[in-house]
Every structure is written in C-alpha cells, then in structure tokens.
C-alpha cells in the first residue's frame, strides 16, 4: 500500500509560483508513474501532468504546458510539480497520484494510489 502526502498549496498572486511536493511513504514508489490531478470548483477533475517512473517522459496539459514542470526525485520518493506563471483560472484542489505501469497517463483511472490533495488559489 502508498500512502502520498501532498504539500505546497496556498494563496498565490496571478504570475507567482508555487511548488507543490508529494511524497509517498510505506512503500517506493520508483517504479510508478506520478501523475498530478486538479478540481476546480464546481468542476471535475482534470490531468494536469504525468512524469513517467524514470522521469525521462513528461506529459502535460494544454492549459499548463510551459507553465508548469513535472519531475520526481526517486531517492527522496517525492514527485514535484512547479506552477510558475499562474492564473486564476489555476485555482483547484491539486492531487498527486501513482500509476504502477510507470509510463505516465492522462486517464485518472489507471492510478491506483492518491493523496488527500492540496490547495491552490490564485488571486487577480
């Protein structure tokens, strides 16, 4: 079983940035993909990206692409996902999850493990 613990979230002015963590613990997760998910609100839940379990592969949202960076530390069993140029409309619950294929996907369904989530408000 993994338990993921996301940090990082806050309030945030429109072109700040933040850096949300996720760590995993009871297990590695090496091996897995680290996807990163988020909840507008009163939306569903959208991908935003994925780094593949090597970090060689990143995939990305069209609204994040060149705003965001997915990576991962493997030795520090913790992903990471920097929001650089945010905008209002970023504003969600951010959620890390962990896909055991490896390989990274946009489908929320091929994750079997999921942390609590984490906040992010971006102000005008």
């Known amino acids: 079983q993994v338990q993921l613990v996301e940090s990082g979230g806050g309030l945030v002015q429109a072109g700040g940035s933040l850096r949300l963590s996720c760590t995993a613990s009871?297990?590695?997760?090496?091996?897995?993909?680290v996807g990163w998910f988020r909840q507008p609100p009163g939306k569903e839940r959208e991908f935003v990206a994925a780094?593949?379990?090597?970090?060689?592969?990143?995939y990305y949202a069209d609204s994040v692409k060149g705003r965001f960076t997915a990576s991962r530390d493997n030795e520090r069993n913790t992903g990471y996902l920097q929001m650089s140029s945010l905008k209002p409309e970023d504003t969600a619950v951010y959620y890390c999850?962990?896909?055991?294929?490896?390989?990274?996907?946009?489908?929320?369904?091929?994750?079997?493990?999921w942390g609590q989530g984490t906040q992010v408000t971006v102000s005008s």
């Open positions: 999850a962990a896909d055991p294929y490896g390989v990274g996907s946009r489908n929320a369904n091929d994750y079997d493990y």
């Open positions: 009871r297990r590695t997760i090496s091996s897995y993909a």
């Open positions: 780094v593949s379990y090597s970090g060689r592969n990143v």
